[in-house]
């Protein structure tokens, strides 16, 4: 069954450094999402992504990220200088169309020390 | 613009009946409901879509009033393994968006 591949599964980094999670979706979906769920909190929606842009993001979707589908495949989201409130599970989505069934990447753990 | 969910958590013995409510203050297109276990990522449930429906499968059911923007799981007896954080997720009329809960733990005991 096809899924959504998230790398790198946990990243430890310094606070202030930048830092590239990457994830490729399911090869036939059109709309991409990253969502935050810091430990043992909700899953927070980041961005969405369709057609090549940003349709949506949130209030915590700031200057410090920014996403990416650099080519067919692969869907990244950077965070330009890492704050230790940074410190996530970090999920990518995607799905075929609105009003389908969104599927989740098994997740890349950050933490900011 | 998140939705609401309640209750935030619920205690139950093996058996037993749980009802999860989601509620909007947006129109919605469609709810859908995810039960995330500790440490892993969000696993799909079911959709519901506009024109208020409600499915099921095996044990596990779900009501959408859109007229309410309300949506309700039904979990009836409940097993250990439907312990978890159940989350709903609302898409408004505009589509593309998916906006979630803040969840609620459901813990089934022997």
């Known amino acids: 069954e096809p899924e959504v591949t998230q790398t790198p599964s946990h990243q430890v980094t310094q606070m202030g450094q930048e830092v590239i999670l990457r994830c490729v979706p399911i090869?036939?979906?059109?709309?991409f999402y990253w969502y935050r769920q810091i430990l043992g909190q909700k899953v927070e929606f980041l961005v969405s992504f369709y057609n090549n842009e940003i349709s949506e993001k949130s209030e915590i979707f700031d200057d410090q990220f920014s996403v990416e589908r650099p080519d067919g495949s692969n869907f990244t989201l950077k965070i330009r200088s890492t704050k230790l409130e940074d410190s996530a599970m970090y999920f990518c989505?995607?799905?075929?169309?609105?009003?389908?069934?969104?599927?989740f990447g098994e997740g890349s753990w950050l933490t900011v020390v | 613009q998140q939705p609401v969910q309640s209750p935030q958590a619920v205690i139950l013995r093996e058996g037993e009946d749980a009802v999860i409510n989601c509620s909007s203050s947006k129109a919605l297109y469609s709810v859908h409901w995810y039960r995330q276990k500790h440490g892993e990522a969000p696993v799909f449930l079911m959709i519901l879509l506009k024109g208020g429906e409600q499915k099921g499968h095996d044990k596990i059911s779900a009501s959408f009033n859109e007229k309410k923007q309300q949506s309700s799981l039904y979990l009836t007896a409940s097993q250990l393994s439907y312990s978890g954080t159940y989350f709903c997720?609302?898409?408004?009329?505009?589509?593309?968006?998916?906006?979630f809960g803040a969840g609620t733990r459901l813990t089934v005991k022997p």
């Open positions: 989505a995607s799905r075929t169309g609105a009003g389908n069934t969104i599927y």
């Open positions: 997720g609302t898409e408004s009329l505009r589509r593309g968006d998916m906006r």
């Open positions: 090869s036939n979906h059109l709309y």
